[in-house]
């Protein structure tokens, strides 16, 4: 495939800002494997239509992972002097992270300072910094920090502090190497995710301020995901492709856009691929009507949207159903219908929806794919003491993170916790629905059942 030209990108609607963010290029050194990958992928960064207003990369810039200082020094002169010759960063600032082939002991931390002195490093060890550009806040946080533990943990007061004193910062990002999420179910404190309890903190601290998200990279895929209304999103295709499946993931970067429209703040990105080519994109926050307002859900009212309405990548699809409920007073570990997405022929429903587990937890199997096993999200644990009700939602351009759910117009969304590198947009829209009740599956055990519904389709090209 030839590399696009003259690529469009997304700028920032009134005031605001327009940005790009990649990570993990491993390279660093003449001649090897990344050295290529890496350059197809500043190629098509190369081919944008207009520079970003900065780039940050989020780590693993070079191979590193040696004893050999002046071999780290070497490899870093290759990045900055070869590779990243093509950027004017006086135009284009560039701004780092620290990475785990980058950091990783007192001797890579002292290369990584004195390879970085355009950076502020007016955070602990001068290894996490904070830029203000305006009305925008971007803080850069060392996730393998020594005095908290090394790889895999991250300094929180600091964050918090800084946070609090530039607390009138219209648009605060935050971004580091290590995701706090499992990204496409590669769970494991430390090596993969931040360390639960401190991952825990330092997302406490993003909510308590209003972090709109916090950009990281280190596992090898894209990814977007949301919790309690903040995004983490994954990006880490910058040049490592052997480690890539290549049916489920590709090499790329992220171009963003943060607007600014009046009392409310968003982010809009498109993932691009080496070839310039569009993959993956979103806008958020959403801005949905009230639950009071949808419609009632039927299953013949689902019939009124296409069979292909998930499948598009140029357009996204977002459903929304509110259930209310009320569960069975004994409790069962045996899964309990709240809706059902029929397929043909006896395969498993493409989509079920329902209740699962001693502890009555929401729980949603999608199954594209007839004679293969349906991949399996976890949502909250269900109150069994009184009638209540939830919301659902699935949005097409959001991968394994677009099933998502709330409590209710009042609360923020947070995605369904998985273990799968897909999500809804490989589903075809059934025509065939059914509520409380699936083939093959235990009917609902409660009354009052409920369901209302909203959707919406967005097109890419509207907001280019």
């Known amino acids: 495939m030839l590399l696009r030209s003259n690529i469009p990108i997304l700028k920032s609607r009134q005031k605001g800002h327009h940005f790009l963010v990649y990570g993990d290029s491993c390279s660093g050194i003449a001649g090897a494997k990344h050295e290529a990958t890496f350059r197809q992928v500043n190629a098509a960064i190369r081919a944008l239509a207009s520079p970003p207003d900065f780039i940050c990369f989020l780590g693993d810039e070079i191979m590193g992972l040696t004893t050999d200082a002046e071999q780290l020094r070497r490899q870093w002169r290759h990045f900055f002097r070869r590779e990243m010759s093509w950027l004017d960063r006086d135009l284009t600032p560039l701004y780092h992270s620290t990475g785990n082939h980058t950091v ?45 533990g090394g790889e895999g943990t991250v300094e929180t007061k600091w964050l918090d502090e800084i946070l609090r004193q530039q607390r009138d910062a219209r648009h605060k990002l935050v971004f580091g190497h290590h995701p706090v999420w499992a990204v496409n179910g590669y769970a494991g404190d430390y090596q993969r995710v931040i360390e639960r309890e401190n991952g825990r903190r330092f997302w406490d601290v993003l909510l308590r301020h209003e972090v709109l998200a916090y950009f990281c990279s280190h596992i090898l895929a894209f990814d977007v995901q949301v919790q309690s209304g903040v995004l983490q999103v994954c990006t880490a295709g910058a040049g490592t492709a052997h480690r890539m499946p290549p049916e489920q993931e590709y090499l790329h970067f992220v171009q963003a856009a943060l607007d600014d429209n009046g009392d409310d703040t968003g982010l809009r990105y498109q993932t691009l691929d080496r070839h310039g080519e569009m993959r993956e994109w979103l806008s958020w926050p959403w801005q949905l009507p009230p639950a009071a307002s949808w419609a009632p859900f039927t299953p013949t009212a689902a019939k009124s949207l296409p069979a292909d309405c998930l499948q598009h990548s140029e357009t996204a699809s977002l459903v929304a159903w509110e259930i209310s ?109 059914r509520i409380g009740e699936a083939a093959g599956q235990q009917a609902f055990r409660g009354c009052d059942l409920r369901l209302r519904w909203h959707h919406e389709r967005f097109d890419f090209a509207d907001w280019l």
């Open 104 to 148: 990783y002991d007192s001797a890579s931390e002292k290369v990584f300072r004195e390879v970085m002195p355009h950076l502020p490093g007016n955070g602990p060890g001068g290894l996490s910094y904070f830029v203000r550009r305006g009305d925008l806040l971007l803080v850069f946080v060392n996730t393998l920090d020594a005095s908290t």
């Open 325 to 433: 409920l009320r569960l069975a007073p004994d409790t069962t570990a045996q899964p309990q219908t709240l809706l059902c997405a029929q397929a043909e022929g006896g395969a498993l429903p493409w989509l079920w929806l329902g209740i699962s587990g001693v502890d009555q937890r929401l729980t949603a199997l999608l199954s594209p794919q007839a004679n293969r096993s349906p991949h399996r999200w976890q949502g909250p644990a269900l109150p069994s003491d009184r009638q209540f009700s939830l919301q659902f939602a699935m949005h097409s351009g959001m991968g394994p993170g677009g099933l998502l759910w709330r409590w209710s117009d009042a609360h923020d969304w947070s995605s369904m916790m998985g273990a799968s590198p897909w999500g809804v947009e490989r589903l075809p829209w059934s025509s065939e629905w």
